[in-house]
């Protein structure tokens, strides 16, 4: 844990600018979820899971900018650059927290997390997941945009070099990428069925993966066993 705080405390000020160097799919990635997130008309809260600078946020708040948002993340600095971003906005609170250690504070009509997750051992993800499914309110919708580990050792290898030849010639200059090849010896990336599975275990009963692209994946479920006539 400590690593991590670490690894995105020092980047913290750099992160918002390396982003779109560093996904390939950005903007598909952080919006491919908005007809879900609309979907929500009478949604009032929201929890952001590993928010970092708050990018993801940032994304559904303009959606929805009534909702009352919560930025949790086991980075102080990480969230800092998030304070900055949001400056004047009353409707925003912020916790630092370990989201694989600690419980979620507080129950919210949406739970979102971006590439997070992804760093708990597959144990504490089923654990989180579960945790997740609790924080929600009826009809609430959860939403994970994260990388996953291929089906297969053969796809897992393309998307993975796949990535570091995309990104090694992105344009990002070579302390950002030898930084971003650093971090991802942070990751643990289990394969996405795998995480559907965990959130119907989660009780989630509505699950779907809503957009893919290589191994950058969005997924996610619905609390609500009614959500076929909420939605359409
Ligand atoms: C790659 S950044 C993603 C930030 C943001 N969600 C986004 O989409 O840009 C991952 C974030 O997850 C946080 N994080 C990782 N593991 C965590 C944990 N166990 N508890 C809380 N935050 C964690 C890191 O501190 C970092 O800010």
Redesign the pocket.
Known sequence: ?NE??EQ?GNVSKRYDSQ?EFLIPCFQDFYTACMPLVRSLTHAKTAL?I????G??SQFIHREKPDLKFTL????GQ?LNVAKERFEGESNFEYIE????KDALPGKYDLII????IH??EDADKAKLYKNIYKALNDGGLFIN?DQVAGRNLLFDSLYKYNWRETVTHSGLDHEALIQAFERTKLDKLAPLETQLHMLEKAGFNDVDCIYKNMNFVVFGGFKDENVETAVI
């Open positions: 844990m991590i705080k995105f982003r952001d590993g928010a970092g600078t990018l993801f949790l993340d086991v980075s990480m927290l370990d989201f694989g997390s971006g590439l997070a760093h708990l945009a």
